[in-house]
């Protein structure tokens, strides 16, 4: 994920309903998706991968398999009603990514772009917590349109921060796995890793992360969908990342 994992922002449904026909409790996957988006993003990598084989390692032929597969894609989730900006901008990084490749000449090269990607995410979200701005909050907050509200909830500032440390180690964790395998040239081990750390990693950080925040906000709390303003502007630190 650029800062955040990649997102798909469905109509949540009523406020204090079951999303379901059983009492479970909302989570951040049902508020954000992202699952469904980033199984989409796997596509053109192993494409590339598949066309760079089947072509004797040859980059024409696993970028014109990418570029394809990600037109594919982005057409796809065109015609089932996805924001044209998200998928332009998915299309245009595996462009980027095909020209960068060509450009080296190096078929690792094509991960190039995911891996500074990673680090920047890495940086961005570590900044936010810092500066008390928790990037899940952000994104959470603009889903359910809340603006800034969030913010003036000290009980909902900390829970975010705490959750957004989640996915803060998600792309530390992409970083320390794909660096080594990009100085080393592994094309195919950099789209297994791909495939390893996109949509199953999203899929466990929604879990985790909304489990960290449930849990960081105090009994009785209304939720996220209902911001409580602090009458003393009580300023909150940013809590230290969850102990594994």
């Known amino acids: 994920m650029s800062g955040r994992p990649e997102q798909e922002s469905p109509t949540p449904p009523p406020a204090d309903q079951p999303a379901s026909a059983s009492d479970r409790p909302e989570s951040l996957a049902d508020l954000l998706g992202g699952r469904r988006g980033a199984v989409d993003a796997t596509l053109p990598p192993v494409a590339f991968a598949a066309g760079w084989l089947l072509g004797g390692e040859s980059l024409w032929a696993g970028v014109a398999a990418a570029v394809v597969t ?55 979200w570590a900044v936010s917590i810092v500066l008390r701005w928790p990037l899940l909050g952000v994104v959470v907050g603009t889903a359910l349109r809340q603006r800034g509200r969030w913010r003036r909830d000290p009980a909902l500032l900390r829970a975010y921060a705490r959750g957004s440390w989640v996915w803060t180690g998600t792309y530390v964790l992409r970083v320390a796995v794909f660096v080594p395998l990009y100085l080393s040239g592994q094309v195919v081990a950099l789209v297994v890793a791909r495939v390893a750390l ?39 630190t940013p809590p230290l990342p969850p102990r594994s």
């Open 70 to 124: 990600g037109t594919a894609v982005a057409g796809w989730r065109l015609r089932r009603g996805d924001r044209p900006r998200s998928v332009l901008v998915g299309l245009l990084a595996v462009c980027v990514a095909a020209l960068v490749a060509l450009r080296t000449g190096r078929a690792e090269d094509f991960f190039l772009l995911q891996l500074l990607s990673n680090a920047a995410s890495a940086l961005a």
């Open 198 to 236: 996109t949509w199953p990693l999203v899929a466990a950080a929604l879990a985790v992360s909304w489990m960290v925040v449930r849990r960081s906000l105090p009994a009785g709390h209304p939720g996220l969908r209902h911001p409580m303003a602090s009458d003393s502007g009580e300023q909150v």
